[in-house]
């Protein structure tokens, strides 16, 4: 016959083991499809992600950016129903994102965040090229102007 | 919002390609009785006047992409993204006197490639022939993708059904009318997107509170507003000669201005490019919104439909349902019939059948026509990767042709060596510029190479052309300019 210590140590392990076998309900675990660091030389990308535990209806999802890996001061970038959002016009240098499901007031853990690195062109490089961009285009505009006014003066 | 369920019900989507598809063949078939002979078919008997000129040309550059793109651009890069973009009308102003000029030279001739035969031989034509129709299928296969991509996202009508119908109708009208065809639903349509985009636009604007957008921007996206942002201002230029390439080289552009009447060309391009330069600007606008409005994009490449839909409903998506199409036909019309006519005379007239009669030439338009457009629909059907990123690789390929075409509309000296290296050799180095530094600055690397190999060929060996060998029927009045 079993004891109480024993039975209640049973029930105790028996209600562990079925929260541990529950999906963590109101709180889905998000993960981003991509781990990143994502580098681009155009200051944008696009953030997607999906549920790894199933999404309770009417949960959203919030996805939150910051200038620093652990968060400290962040700033939410979108909150909704949609499992992608397109992130641009960042500044150079590294931005932090994650994300997390949420449903009323329970939220679920936050993803591991991913990183995005803006390396825009060196000022040396864009001046290069602008100024490049600039002959040819004035050469390209001479060319025609000075050509039709010659031609049509019958030169 | 979730892009996956459509703006529109399907229903409704289907009814208003049935409209507007039975609307344009009944047209094409209605304007196709003046295409009485090949050129009454392929130049609209060389009779197009200023306003359905001017129309025709601001149609055709209004592409899906001009819709499309431009949001996205303005998301990617802010303002500079949505200026770089409208860049592309200089292509249109500049190509005014380039026309009159054309016309002058070669007041009988049909197609761009012509010029280049004539003017530097047959190796340049042979790879100038190479070039244009890589573009020209480029970019009717992402327009047909556009379409089917934009049906579906609007209306929820299949991807394969939406493109399967508009590159269908797009066939038929352009069969039955030639570019009498092309033109007459050109003029329409570019009232129909004008209206369109002013509309969405303007009730965009009233929804923005302007104090809070440049706030919401500086918080959120503060790059957007960077007048230094690197990558906006490469893409001016590169966007620019991207355009030049495009309307400078293309038969498109050539046919139109062989069809308009003596005295029409020069004004009718220069008025299309004023028509079409704040288009960019107010679809660039609208993307641009976004963020201020509170509207999350999952997707970049569907921002301008998304913004428009949430600002106006339903409304709103069936205007942009409108202007999409019309701005897909407008251009996939002009594609096909401007191809055709590049590969009927100088591909099959000139090099197969130098012989053939004016009625098995119209026959083969035909052919070629349909031909075009099961090629097209093979190519759109698997629904492949980033179709805006092989339009884009086609960026260099069509600026190495600027040089080649200016030079030798106006440098008696400007020689076939000249043309072919600064076709090859820009088109090289902008394609490794591509994949080397990025998009953004492959088309400036390509007609900057271009520039410096016909300028260098001119200088050290120079031809000296006499230009009355460009008319290949003497007998016709030449205009001044010689």
Redesign the interface.
């Given at each position: 016959m079993m004891t109480a210590p024993k039975r209640a140590t049973l029930v105790c392990l028996a209600g562990g083991l079925l929260l541990a076998a529950l999906p963590a309900a109101g709180r889905p675990r998000v993960e981003f499809e991509t781990e990143g660091p994502i580098i681009t030389t155009e200051g944008h990308a696009t953030l997607r992600w999906a549920a790894v535990d199933p999404v309770e209806r009417g949960s959203v999802f919030e996805l939150q950016d910051s200038t620093d890996p652990e968060f400290r001061s962040t700033h939410v970038w979108y909150r909704g129903p949609d499992r992608a959002s397109f992130v641009s016009g960042l500044p150079e240098g590294t931005s932090w994102f994650r994300v997390r499901a949420v449903r009323g007031q329970r939220a679920g853990p936050w993803s591991d965040p991913v990183a995005i690195e803006v390396d825009y062109a060196s000022s040396s490089t864009l001046g290069r090229l602008l100024a490049l961009g600039a002959v040819v285009f004035l050469a390209t505009l001479v060319t025609v102007v000075v050509g039709h006014r010659r031609r049509e003066a019958g030169g | 919002?979730?892009l996956r369920s459509a703006v529109l019900d399907q229903t409704t989507g289907v009814l208003l390609l049935a409209v507007f598809g039975v609307l344009w063949v009944a047209l094409g078939v209605w304007w196709g009785r003046n295409a009485r002979d090949l050129e009454g078919f392929m130049l609209a008997g060389r009779n197009v006047g200023l306003a359905l000129g001017s129309a025709t040309a601001m149609a055709t550059w209004v592409t899906s992409n001009t819709i499309m793109i431009t949001p996205k651009f303005a998301?990617?890069?802010?303002v500079w993204g949505m200026l770089a973009y409208s860049t592309a009308s200089f292509g249109l102003l500049?190509f005014a006197?380039?026309a009159?000029?054309i016309r002058?030279l070669m007041p009988r001739a049909f197609t761009s490639g012509d010029f280049i035969r004539l003017r530097y031989g047959r190796l340049a034509w042979g790879l100038f022939l190479a070039i244009s129709l890589v573009y020209s299928m480029t970019w009717l296969v992402s327009m047909g993708m556009a379409g089917g991509i934009v049906m579906q996202a609007l209306s929820g009508i299949p991807y394969l059904h939406g493109m399967t119908v508009i590159l269908t109708v797009c066939v038929l009208y352009t069969l039955f009318g030639g570019l009498y065809a092309v033109i007459g639903t050109d003029f329409i349509q570019s009232v129909i997107i004008l209206i369109g985009v002013v509309v969405v636009g303007a009730v965009v604007l009233q929804k923005v509170e302007l104090s809070r957008f440049h706030a919401d921007?500086m918080?959120?996206?503060?790059?957007?507003?960077d007048m230094?942002?690197?990558?906006a201002?490469?893409s001016?230029?590169?966007n620019?000669?991207f355009g030049?390439g495009e309307i400078f080289h293309n038969n498109v552009w050539w046919s139109r201005a062989f069809a308009m009447r003596d005295g029409v060309p020069h004004k009718a391009f220069g008025l299309s490019a004023l028509f079409w330069l704040p288009i960019p600007v107010a679809t660039g606008f609208i993307g641009l919104c976004a963020g201020p409005l509170g509207i999350?994009?999952?997707?970049?490449d569907m921002?301008g439909p998304l913004v428009a839909s949430r600002v106006l409903g339903s409304a709103g998506a069936i205007v942009v349902f409108i202007v999409v199409f019309c701005s897909l036909a407008s251009s996939i019309d002009s594609l096909l019939a401007a191809t055709s006519d590049l590969l009927v005379e100088d591909v099959y007239r000139k090099m197969l059948r130098p012989r053939s009669s004016e009625s098995h030439l119209r026959r083969a338009s035909t052919w070629i026509i349909v031909g075009l457009g099961v090629v097209t629909w093979l190519l759109c059907a698997p629904r492949l990767g980033d179709l805006i990123q092989v339009l884009f690789l086609s960026g260099p390929l069509v600026a190495s042709a600027?040089?080649p075409i200016?030079?030798g509309?106006?440098?008696r000296g400007a020689s076939g060596l000249g043309a072919v290296l600064g076709m090859l050799l820009g088109s090289a180095v902008g394609l490794w510029a591509y994949f080397a530094q990025?998009w953004?600055?492959a088309s400036?690397?390509s007609?900057?190479v271009s520039?410096t190999a016909v300028a260098t060929a001119t200088w050290l060996r120079p031809s000296s052309f006499v230009w009355s060998a460009l008319d290949e029927h003497p007998t016709s009045a030449v205009a001044?300019?010689?």
């Open positions: - | 919002m979730d998301l990617q890069m802010g500049l006197p380039m009159y000029r002058s921007l918080r959120d996206h503060p790059a957007l507003l230094l942002m690197p990558v201002l490469l001016l230029f590169n620019m000669f030049f999350n994009v999952p997707d970049a921002v600027i040089w200016v030079a509309l106006y440098w990025g953004f600055v400036l690397i007609a900057a520039m001044g300019g010689r």
